[in-house]
Every structure is written in C-alpha cells, then in structure tokens.
C-alpha cells in the first residue's frame, strides 16, 4: 500500500469516526420533547423559550395548565392558569398536575385545597379516556363535605380540564379502591367534572 | 509509474470502500439498530431491535395486530381481538384495556420507533393475540405460538366469567349477565326461557343453577357456553341485549300480553302503613368527622342532634326512627344505606357537620344525590335499565361485582331524585327559619352515603364547625333542639304534599328511636 492510499485510508476513517460523532449527538429524546404531546390540553407558553446566553438556543419548552383553587370566602373553586415545565409523558404530567395544585395559588384570594398530607403516588392515563389518581391519604385526615368536596372536584377538574380526551376520574386512596376520603364523596366509581364546586 | 498509480487508486478505493463498510457496521451497532426474526404460523417477520429491545410495531403487525401511531407523540396504540394496548416511550406501564401490565424497564423511541424489552411482548402483547413466545437471542428469533386452549394463558383475551343479578321492576324483570370483557353472544327463545349463548369464548360460570325469588324468572342455569334464563310460567318472553362499561348481556323478561319494555317505571308502590324513618348520625368510631378549631367533634355533634331529631319527628309524622348508630362507632357508609333499605325506610336522613379551609364559610346546606359526576355509564344504565328497584338493596339479586353493584345502586336512588330534592328544599326552608343560619341553599354531590338509598334521601349540613362563631352554635342545646325541629317540621310538610307516602299524624306509640347497633 503507498502512502497516498495510506492517507486515504486515514481520510475514510476520520470521516467515520465524524459521521459516528453527528449521528451518536442526543437525539432521539429530545427530538420527542419538541414535539407537542397528545395528551396536553394547553396552549402553547410562548414566551417561555428561553434560549441561554452565549449558547444555541435550546428550548426549555413548557406548558399553561390551568389549575382549581379555593377562594377564602366561600370555598368555591376558581381556575388560574400558570406555565410548567412540559412533562416528559401521562404520568410526569399528573404528577406536575398535583405538585402544582399542592402548591397553592399565586393569586391573591385563592387558597390550596391539597392538605400535605395528600400526596400522589401515581396517575396513570388509561385508554378509554379514564385516569387512576392513586393517593396517599394519612389515616389522621378528617374533611367536612365541603372541603372533601372541594379537595376531590380541584383533583377531578384540574385533572380533566388539563388532559387532553379524558372524560373521568378514578381515585384510589393507599393503592386500593375505597368509599370515600372521609366520609362523603363517592371514590367507588370513576367521577366526571365537578361543576358544582366551581364559582358561579 | 501508471501501472503503480492505478495499483494505488485501486488499493485506495478498496480501502474507502471497506472504509465504508465499517462506518455504516459501526453506525448500525451504535444506534443498536439491527433485526431480529419473528416466526407466527409459519411465517418469518423481520423485527427491528435496538440493543436488548424489539420493534413494537413491527412485532405487533407481524401478528396481525392494528397499529396507529400518534404523530406527535410517538405513543402506538395497538388493537385486536377486541382488545386494546398503547405502548407509550418513557414508561414501563403498559395500558392493555383497563389493566397496566408492568414491564421490566421503560419502552423507549429510537427514530420515532418505540422499542420495548422481551418481557413486554411475552407479559403484554403476545397474550392479546392468545400467544406465547421465546426468544433465542443466539438465533436472534422470537418464536411465537398459539397458547393452548383459548385461555391466553389468563391474559386479556382468556375466558369470560359472568356475574348474574336479577333485578325485577314491575312489569319488567332484568337479569343482569355482567361480562369480565365483552363477548359476542347469540340470544335464543326457547320455550322455557332464554338463552344467551357466548360465541368464540369459554365461559367461567359463577353457579351451575340458581334459583330467585322473582315474579318472572324462577333460575338461571348454565350449561357449557350458554346461560338460561329460565322463566317461571308460560306466556312469558324475553330479549336480551348488550351493553357496555361494564360489559354486560341484560336480559328482559316481560309478560307477552302487556308489552313489557321500555315503559318507564311504574311508580313505587306506597310504603307500608308503619312508616320508618331512618336517621343517620354521620361519621363514628375512629372517623371524627371534621374538628372544630375549638377541638369539638363532628361524630359528637351529628350524633347528638340524631337524637334530638328521632325524638323530635314522630311528634310530627306518626313514624317509626331509626338511627343508624346510637353510639360512638364506626359504621361504613354503605351499610348505613343497607340499613335503611333493610327497614323498607320512607325517608333517609344523614346528618353532617361541615368544615372548611375557606375561613368564611358559614351556614347549613342540603345536599341531594347528583348521579351526573358519577359516571355517566352508570346513568345511561339508569336510563336504559328503567329507573326503580323497589326493595333491592346491594346484595340482592345475587351481585357479587362492585361494578353491578354501582349500577344497581344508581339506579335506586335515581328513582327517588326528585322526591330528595323536595325534601331537601323543605329541610333548608325550615333550617333558614327555624336555625336562622345562614342559607347555603340546597345543592347536589356525588355522595356514596346516599348513592345506595331505595327511598328519598338527603344530607344535611346543619353547620360549618369550621367556623369558631357556628362551632359555638353547634355545642348548643338550643341550638341543636332547633335543627331537629326543623327538620322534623320539614319532613312534616314532605309528607303533608306527598299524601299516599305517608300518614301525617301525631305522637305514635313505638316511636322511640331503635339503634341499629
């Protein structure tokens, strides 16, 4: 072999060893990210691209949801819409679904519904347009009907406003199914919008 | 020097050429893209396989599955044999029908191809087409087989096991045949009833034959693949007809001569002569209830103003009380109904203190059952089912499955709605004057304790212990008197403009309050 083939071969390899390097680069997750996901029922945060300084621009993409809390006077609910972080599937974006409402309100007026000693330890998206809400309930807990009714109906709505093609709601306490949270609303069936607890 | 510079051009392309090779060998090894052979009913399918994980669409058309992907986000949605299974990237639970079948580790999407681990197609995809396989990993070949028998090795597509219930609601009876996944069936008149026989599926039968105490239907019997419904005197027929979610055949069996269907429920028959009142003190036992901010208890309080309620109402309607509990104990919600529907109750009082984490919220309120968030499969059963089940109470009528349960209860109480609104509206019209609360008004809630009622049923919010200045009120002994004089007045006046549900009169001997436990 002379050394002009020799450098060639060398060239051919190089151009290998690139070609590895462009197709090896992160790819196949984040391409999903930039894509809108089918069980998001939002509107695109626009403003919320926000490419780093100095850097190309990577989208952090996120999402409006719109999220149910309780006003101080009368316990009615009432939606307020925020941008997160858009979630990587179903079950990251019930778990933001929860995060969120336990977080509370940013409006003055509102209150959090979701006592700290509610925690979600699933979602799941079901077909059929059905979603499980597993909770943790601490056995400790105990609602008048008005604030079971409001902690279920933020669950239910917020969940349902948000979720694209969902049309019902089942919630389990401890990973198993039961009557109620505390002695009022009925968890043994999947439940639909509460438009009760919304304010008129 | 040409016969040496055409040996190097030759010697170079070689090396280009190889060159080439081994960067396409090593891109394919690096993405982890290669194929593997699926063989089903002698036929081989090329499977793409991304390190240890298989193609999901590729196996799942290979076995003669539908596959829709969504577009955007790169879930596939697979279907067949009646069933359904999504393979979502970036989770490891997989949806088949209303099950999660859990899988070793996360599908994931290479070149928006979802690629799934082994044990997604043995546990998930290969039972839905009533198959197994292995993989030999030195052959690189899934081989798949028909499972033996039609059973799917218990996956989705195994047997269908059926439930029974019979529910009679005159002129009409319904046997319910609740279905753990949907079958085809084929109906069949024969001279001593009906029979539903399942086509394509084996049937897991809860009973050989049992028989019911019913007007039309003297047993329902199984034999092999077909249920009969077997009826209790000539001159009757039947149809049967499918419904879904929950899967279920309803049979109705009717009188020949009265063209039985679709009529609208007759009325309920008037309670008896000896009307009974059941009053239920909310909450019990290690379930407080709401606490006040002053640490009193809503259990306390609900029991408390019971008492003066089962006092205070036969004095206005000549009535039987009964309270669900005369004692600090824990009582289920649903054998509270069940009480009521044992003692054939007239009405159905649950009483309930209220609590917030509004600060201002104060005031009584009465809530009537809403069946419109409760699912609404549920109501359309309510609708297509005809509407009362007089007497019929969970239980009854065989039903072992929650699901049937659900349904039989909606529909009992679903008979009973607009007699419960009206007697909510009385009980809050009494509770403004009488209490001088505050005036919630009348509202309804998905509430499992009236989910199950055969009679009118309300709950009653007499106040929100929440509330420091109401918590104070709900201590009270007047204050308490006076609800329970409300309330007793309102079913006074429910009574009064409903004549034929009840005698309105004065005191009755034996009205005194029975506990239930």
């Given at each position: 072999?002379?050394?002009?083939?020799?450098?060639?071969?060398?060239?051919?390899?190089?151009?290998?060893?690139?070609?590895?390097?462009?197709?090896?680069?992160?790819?196949?997750?984040?391409?999903?990210?930039?894509?809108?996901?089918?069980?998001?029922?939002?509107?695109?945060?626009?403003?919320?691209?926000t490419p780093m300084p100095g850097t190309r621009a990577?989208?952090?993409?996120?999402?409006?949801?719109?999220?149910?809390?309780?006003?101080?006077?009368?316990?009615?609910?009432?939606?307020?819409?925020?941008?997160?972080?858009?979630?990587?599937?179903?079950?990251?974006?019930?778990?933001?679904?929860?995060?969120?409402?336990?977080?509370?309100?940013?409006?003055?007026?509102?209150?959090?519904?979701?006592?700290?000693?509610?925690?979600?330890?699933?979602?799941?998206?079901?077909?059929?347009?059905?979603?499980?809400?597993?909770?943790?309930?601490?056995?400790?807990?105990?609602?008048?009907?008005?604030?079971?009714?409001?902690?279920?109906?933020?669950?239910?709505?917020?969940?349902?406003?948000?979720?694209?093609?969902?049309?019902?709601?089942?919630?389990?306490?401890?990973?198993?199914p039961a009557e109620s949270l505390g002695g009022h609303?009925?968890?043994?069936?999947?439940?639909?919008?509460?438009?009760?607890?919304?304010?008129? | 020097?040409?016969?040496?510079?055409?040996?190097?051009?030759?010697?170079?392309?070689?090396?280009?050429?190889?060159?080439?090779?081994?960067?396409?060998?090593?891109?394919?090894?690096?993405?982890?893209?290669?194929?593997?052979?699926?063989?089903?009913?002698?036929?081989?399918?090329?499977?793409?396989?991304?390190?240890?994980?298989?193609?999901?669409?590729?196996?799942?058309?290979?076995?003669?599955?539908?596959?829709?992907?969504?577009?955007?986000?790169?879930?596939?949605?697979?279907?067949?044999?009646?069933?359904?299974?999504?393979?979502?990237?970036?989770?490891?639970?997989?949806?088949?029908?209303?099950?999660?079948?859990?899988?070793?580790?996360?599908?994931?999407?290479?070149?928006?191809?979802?690629?799934?681990?082994?044990?997604?197609?043995?546990?998930?995809?290969?039972?839905?087409?009533?198959?197994?396989?292995?993989?030999?990993?030195?052959?690189?070949?899934?081989?798949?087989?028909?499972?033996?028998?039609?059973?799917?090795?218990?996956?989705?597509?195994?047997?269908?096991?059926?439930?029974?219930?019979?529910?009679?609601?005159?002129?009409?009876?319904?046997?319910?045949?609740?279905?753990?996944?949907?079958?085809?069936?084929?109906?069949?008149?024969?001279?001593?009833?009906?029979?539903?026989?399942?086509?394509?599926?084996?049937?897991?039968?809860?009973?050989?034959?049992?028989?019911?105490?019913?007007?039309?239907?003297?047993?329902?019997?199984?034999?092999?693949?077909?249920?009969?419904?077997?009826?209790?005197?000539?001159?009757?027929?039947?149809?049967?007809?499918?419904?879904?979610?929950?899967?279920?055949?309803?049979?109705?069996?009717?009188?020949?001569?009265?063209?039985?269907?679709?009529?609208?429920?007759?009325?309920?028959?008037?309670?008896?002569?000896?009307?009974?009142?059941?009053?239920?003190?909310?909450?019990?036992?290690?379930?407080?209830?709401?606490?006040?901010?002053?640490?009193?208890?809503?259990?306390?309080?609900?029991?408390?103003?019971?008492?003066?309620?089962?006092?205070?109402?036969?004095?206005?309607?000549?009535?039987?009380?009964?309270?669900?509990?005369?004692?600090?104990?824990?009582?289920?919600?649903?054998?509270?109904?069940?009480?009521?529907?044992?003692?054939?109750?007239?009405?159905?009082?649950?009483?309930?203190?209220?609590?917030?984490?509004?600060?201002?919220?104060?005031?009584?309120?009465?809530?009537?059952?809403?069946?419109?968030?409760?699912?609404?499969?549920?109501?359309?059963?309510?609708?297509?089912?005809?509407?009362?089940?007089?007497?019929?109470?969970?239980?009854?009528?065989?039903?072992?499955?929650?699901?049937?349960?659900?349904?039989?209860?909606?529909?009992?109480?679903?008979?009973?709605?607009?007699?419960?609104?009206?007697?909510?509206?009385?009980?809050?019209?009494?509770?403004?004057?009488?209490?001088?609360?505050?005036?919630?008004?009348?509202?309804?809630?998905?509430?499992?304790?009236?989910?199950g009622a055969t009679m009118p049923a309300v709950l009653?919010?007499?106040?929100?212990?929440?509330?420091?200045?109401?918590?104070?009120?709900?201590?009270?002994?007047?204050?308490?008197?006076?609800?329970?004089?409300?309330?007793?007045?309102?079913?006074?006046?429910?009574?009064?403009?409903?004549?034929?549900?009840?005698?309105?009169?004065?005191?009755?001997?034996?009205?005194?309050?029975?506990?239930?436990?």
């Amino acid at each position: 072999m002379s050394r002009r083939a020799a450098a060639l071969l060398l060239v051919a390899m190089a151009v290998a060893v690139g070609a590895l390097l462009f197709v090896n680069r992160p790819s196949s997750s984040t391409r999903r990210f930039r894509r809108p996901l089918a069980f998001l029922r939002v509107t695109p945060a626009t403003g919320a691209l926000t490419p780093m300084p100095g850097t190309r621009a990577t989208p952090t993409e996120s999402v409006r949801v719109t999220l149910f809390f309780a006003d101080s006077a009368e316990g009615k609910l009432h939606p307020e819409e925020r941008d997160i972080a858009k979630p990587a599937g179903p079950g990251a974006y019930l778990r933001a679904l929860f995060e969120e409402l336990a977080r509370g309100p940013a409006r003055p007026g509102l209150i959090g519904v979701i006592p700290q000693r509610i925690q979600l330890r699933n979602g799941f998206l079901m077909p059929a347009g059905e979603v499980v809400l597993d909770l943790s309930v601490d056995s400790s807990l105990s609602f008048g009907s008005a604030e079971e009714l409001s902690i279920v109906a933020a669950l239910v709505d917020t969940t349902l406003q948000n979720v694209a093609n969902t049309q019902r709601v089942r919630v389990l306490v401890n990973g198993e199914p039961a009557e109620s949270l505390g002695g009022h609303v009925d968890l043994t069936r999947p439940l639909g919008f509460l438009r009760g607890e919304l304010a008129p | 020097m040409s016969t040496q510079s055409t040996q190097s051009s030759r010697a170079a392309g070689a090396c280009l050429a190889a060159s080439l090779v081994f960067v396409f060998a090593m891109l394919g090894s690096a993405t982890g893209q290669t194929t593997a052979t699926l063989v089903w009913r002698g036929e081989s399918f090329p499977i793409a396989v991304a390190g240890t994980d298989f193609s999901v669409g590729d196996a799942a058309r290979a076995l003669g599955f539908a596959v829709s992907r969504d577009t955007t986000t790169g879930v596939l949605s697979i279907t067949g044999n009646g069933h359904q299974l999504v393979a979502g990237p970036g989770t490891s639970q997989v949806p088949v029908d209303q099950r999660i079948v859990e899988i070793g580790k996360p599908m994931r999407s290479v070149r928006g191809v979802v690629y799934a681990p082994a044990d997604f197609f043995e546990k998930a995809l290969f039972p839905l087409g009533k198959a197994t396989g292995t993989y030999d990993a030195t052959k690189r070949m899934w081989t798949v087989v028909e499972s033996r028998g039609t059973s799917g090795g218990g996956e989705p597509a195994g047997p269908v096991s059926v439930d029974v219930a019979v529910v009679h609601v005159e002129p009409t009876t319904q046997v319910v045949l609740r279905e753990s996944v949907a079958a085809r069936f084929e109906p069949r008149l024969v001279e001593s009833g009906l029979q539903v026989r399942w086509i394509d599926r084996k049937v897991t039968a809860p009973f050989a034959e049992r028989r019911f105490e019913d007007p039309l239907v003297a047993s329902v019997r199984f034999e092999g693949d077909t249920a009969t419904v077997v009826f209790r005197e000539p001159g009757l027929t039947a149809r049967a007809y499918p419904l879904t979610d929950p899967d279920r055949v309803v049979v109705e069996v009717g009188r020949l001569v009265e063209t039985p269907p679709i009529e609208p429920a007759a009325p309920p028959p008037p309670p008896a002569p000896a009307l009974t009142i059941v009053v239920d003190p909310g909450h019990g036992g290690a379930e407080t209830g709401a606490v006040g901010p002053g640490g009193l208890q809503e259990k306390d309080v609900t029991l408390q103003i019971a008492r003066r309620v089962a006092a205070a109402i036969p004095r206005v309607v000549a009535s039987r009380v009964v309270l669900t509990r005369d004692s600090d104990s824990a009582i289920s919600l649903d054998d509270r109904t069940s009480l009521a529907n044992h003692e054939k109750a007239g009405l159905f009082l649950s009483l309930h203190a209220n609590s917030s984490r509004a600060a201002g919220a104060h005031g009584s309120e009465t809530y009537y059952l809403s069946l419109e968030s409760s699912d609404r499969l549920a109501s359309e059963a309510a609708r297509r089912e005809n509407q009362a089940i007089p007497g019929t109470g969970p239980g009854t009528g065989s039903a072992t499955n929650p699901d049937l349960d659900f349904i039989l209860w909606d529909l009992a109480q679903s008979a009973h709605l607009n007699e419960s609104s009206r007697l909510a509206e009385a009980i809050q019209n009494q509770l403004n004057v009488v209490s001088k609360t505050e005036n919630r008004g009348i509202k309804q809630a998905p509430f499992r304790v009236l989910a199950g009622a055969t009679m009118p049923a309300v709950l009653v919010e007499v106040g929100f212990i929440s509330h420091p200045e109401e918590e104070k009120q709900l201590r009270s002994a007047t204050f308490q008197e006076g609800v329970a004089n409300a309330i007793a007045k309102a079913v006074g006046e429910f009574f009064a403009k409903h004549p034929g549900t009840a005698p309105v009169a004065g005191p009755t001997p034996g009205a005194t309050p029975s506990p239930a436990r």
